[in-house]
Structure formats: structure tokens, C-alpha cells
């Protein structure tokens, strides 16, 4: 029999968890240890390199000695133990940051109760979806693959090495290879099995919009209703030219996908797996597409995208600089800043309200970007949760730094839905 153990996200367990068995108490601490978060995260398009480089882990063990929960909702299987993670947000609320900051379509019943498994699979389907339909825009995933051919003439390339030892057995044939593009290779096969695990899941007529219904019918008369799910190995040997490069995040998506890497998958008793949605990654995202609404046309440039960076330090003998600095959002021009906006999926609230952490970050920020004529102000932008309340921090605001003309710092809280969050952007920066 199958045993849950459910947390929320920035929070502990709930319900009848919370008073974890010492036998749950083992399986977190050894699931813990070897848990790559990312391994299992839905692949969402716009996905922050700084969260590659800066890996959080999924539970962590509190100096009193209990379990809280990272920015991460999901669910995942270790043996007959599952791990769920649901949104301290309703369901509703996750949904509307997918649609508005996604521009996905994830349809009602994902967002109704006890449906996370639901809620994730639309949202990896829905990811899945566009991702493909962007990606065959010049064509279908045609990738050169080398075929060897022995016989009495050459056909593409001779190859000296695999015709001597026929040689030596007298033989008259030579051995050649050529490289034709087809359609049969590993990006198509992982392509294909990750729909049919799709499938399963939606369980719903029209999911793949009709770009992805007309493409696949195309790609299984290639490779078969059933092809063998290529290994990881195959799938990044593969070379991509231009056309064929947009396939390359595609290919990437669908294996996980096809290696059933989802709230239905079965994991052994010494391996994990499951899937997991990064919800700060998606509140930083729906904060974006709030604020481009609220600016109404005026510069505001993603900061992680930026196609130009500023770096902390820059050495003395002009070798590289050291650290770069990735803001979130920048509103104004980029070398000279009106704000700097980052934003943080956490709690703000006292009586330790904004992490050291991120108060060194945002001075960073501040630092990097002032000057004599350029004082930028910097916020922290948190989700409005239901049970916070306003902390000093938020209530004490604006500070000042600690020298002349560096800014300022805020630290406020924004609604969670995408009227309100729109409004509270109006109103701080005084868009008319």
C-alpha cells in the first residue's frame, strides 16, 4: 500500500503529517541527500541559467530538527512512499500565473481540488506543446545519421579503417558511409513516446493544439507507434544544424517525459522520481508580465535576458570580471536605471523578514548600477501570502544605503492575482 507524506511549499507537513514516524523521518533524510531538484522540474520556457547555477534543494532540515519545504510543488515516488508538495496558493492561483505569464492554456479541471497531478501535467503538456510547435516551424526533426554500406563500390564516404579487415579475409566488398538526413533518429523516437505519455495523462481530446496533432501522425509513420526510448547517450550525440537546433530543448523535455518522469511514475525502492514545479520561477514570470502590462509600453528589460550584464568586480589588470550580476527586472534604460526589481518567492515576515542573503544582493544591484546622476531604487518583490502579515521591514520603508546617493531599497508585497499585481505596480512607480 502506497504511503503519502504531504508538505506546502515554504512550510512543513499538514493534515495527519505532522507528526512525521521515525521510518519517514529516514526516507526524507536519504531522499534529501540525493535529490537533484532539477532533474524533476517541468522544463518551462524562460528558464533562469542563475537557478542552474544555484540549486536549491527541495526539503531541508531546520536547526530544531523538522522538515520545511523549498519553492517546489510537485510529487515524488521513492519505492511505496510519495512525497507531495502542494502550493501554500490555490490551485486556481498557480493556474492563473501559468496562462498570464506562459501564455498557456491549462483547462479547468487542473485547477480544481486535490489536482496536482492534473495541474502539472497540463502545465508539462501545455510547455511540451509549444516548445514543438515553435520547433517544426522550418520542418519536421530531419537529423543526419551515419549508415554504414559494404559492398563492391563506394556509396558516400570510403572507410579505410572498417574495409581492411575485410580485405584480409579476401573479400571483394569495400565499406563506405553515408550520412543522409532522416526522420527515424532519436529526437523523433523521444518525441513520440513523450506524446504517448502525454496522452495518457491528459486523457482529453484537442491538448495538442493542431499544429502537434497534424505533426505527430507524421513522425509515428516514421518510427512506430511503440520505438525503443533512446538513451541519453544517443539523444546528445546528435547534431543539430541551425534549422534543427530549436529541436535540441525539445529533445531534452521529451525524454524526461518519456522516461514517464511524472505524478504517475514508479520509482524503485532505491531510486526516485516524479515531477516537480518550480513556483518561484513562475511568480518571477508572472511578475514580469504584470509589470509590462503596468509600464504600458516603457522600458522594462528581464534581467536575466539581458543581452548585456554588469559585473561586481573588474580586475585591475583587465583580465575577466567576477560576478555577474542578474537582476530580475530592470525598469528604465539599463545604464541607468529607474528601479531594479528582484523577485522572491518567500515569506516577509518578522521577526527576521528579509534574508542576509538577499539583502547582500540587493545592495549588489544597487551598488552596480548607481552613480553621481543615477540613484535606482531597489525592491524585493514578495507574493502577498494569506496568513503574512506587514513586517517591519515592508512598514519601515524606503530605507536608504548606508552611503550617499546609492538608492534606495523597498521590500513589498504584491497580489497574487494578475488585477491587483498590475495595480500595485501602477501605484509604486506611478505608471499613467
Not at 508580465?289 to 504600458?296: G, L, N, T, W
Not at 496568513?387 to 520603508?397: I, N, Q, R, T
Request: with cysteine; hydrophobic share 40%; glycine share 8%.
Amino acid at each position: 500500500m502506497t504511503h503519502r507524506i504531504v508538505f506546502q511549499d515554504l512550510g512543513g507537513p499538514v493534515g495527519g503529517n505532522r507528526n512525521l514516524r521515525r521510518k519517514d523521518e529516514i526516507w526524507l533524510s536519504d531522499l534529501a541527500s540525493e535529490l537533484d531538484a532539477h532533474s524533476l522540474a517541468v522544463p518551462i520556457k524562460g528558464s533562469f541559467s542563475k537557478y542552474e547555477i544555484e540549486p536549491e534543494p527541495v526539503l531541508t532540515r531546520q536547526p530544531d530538527g523538522s522538515w520545511r519545504a523549498g519553492r517546489f510543488i510537485g510529487e515524488i515516488r521513492r519505492g511505496d512512499t510519495i512525497l507531495e508538495i502542494q502550493p501554500r496558493l490555490s490551485f486556481p492561483v498557480i493556474a492563473e500565473w501559468a496562462s498570464a505569464a506562459l501564455n498557456l492554456r491549462i483547462v479547468s479541471r487542473a485547477a480544481g481540488r486535490n489536482s496536482i497531478a492534473f495541474l502539472i501535467a497540463e502545465l508539462q503538456a501545455a510547455t511540451w506543446r509549444r516548445a514543438l510547435a515553435d520547433a517544426s516551424r522550418h520542418g519536421m526533426p530531419a537529423i543526419r545519421s551515419s549508415q554504414r554500406h559494404e559492398g563492391p563500390t563506394v556509396r558516400g564516404r570510403f572507410d579505410l579503417a572498417a574495409t581492411l579487415p575485410l580485405r584480409m579475409k579476401r573479400s571483394p566488398n569495400l565499406v563506405s558511409v553515408t550520412q543522409p538526413k532522416v526522420v527515424d533518429n532519436p529526437v523523433t523516437r523521444a518525441i513520440v513516446l513523450a506524446d504517448r505519455v502525454l496522452n495518457s495523462r491528459i486523457q482529453r481530446t484537442g491538448w495538442r493544439g493542431p499544429r502537434v496533432e497534424e505533426l505527430i501522425p507524421h513522425l509515428r509513420s516514421q518510427t512506430g507507434t511503440r520505438p525503443v526510448l533512446p538513451t541519453r547517450r544517443e539523444l546528445r550525440s546528435v547534431r543539430y544544424t541551425p534549422i534543427t537546433q530549436p529541436y535540441r530543448a525539445v529533445a531534452e523535455m521529451s525524454w524526461m517525459i518519456a522516461k514517464n518522469r511524472g505524478p504517475h511514475g514508479d520509482g524503485s525502492s532505491d531510486t526516485y522520481d516524479g515531477v516537480l514545479l518550480d513556483i518561484a520561477e513562475l511568480w518571477e514570470l508572472f511578475l514580469l508580465h504584470c509589470i509590462r502590462i503596468a509600464a504600458d509600453g516603457r522600458t522594462v528589460t528581464h534581467g536575466t535576458r539581458a543581452e548585456t550584464t554588469s559585473h561586481l568586480l573588474h580586475s585591475t589588470s583587465g583580465e575577466r570580471p567576477m560576478g555577474r550580476l542578474l537582476p530580475d527586472f530592470i525598469v528604465g534604460e539599463t545604464a541607468q536605471p529607474d528601479a531594479i526589481i528582484d523577485a522572491k518567492y518567500k515569506r516577509l515576515t518578522d521577526p527576521f523578514p528579509v534574508q542576509r542573503e538577499d539583502l547582500y544582493q540587493l545592495t549588489s544591484y544597487l551598488a552596480a548600477h548607481s552613480g553621481s546622476q543615477v540613484r535606482p531604487r531597489g525592491i524585493l518583490a514578495y507574493p502577498f501570502l494569506p496568513d503574512s502579515l506587514v513586517s517591519s521591514a515592508e512598514s519601515g520603508g524606503p530605507w536608504s544605503l548606508q552611503w550617499g546617493g546609492g538608492g534606495t531599497a523597498e521590500f513589498l508585497r504584491f497580489p497574487t492575482d494578475q488585477a491587483g499585481c498590475v495595480a500595485k505596480f501602477v501605484e509604486v512607480f506611478d505608471f499613467q
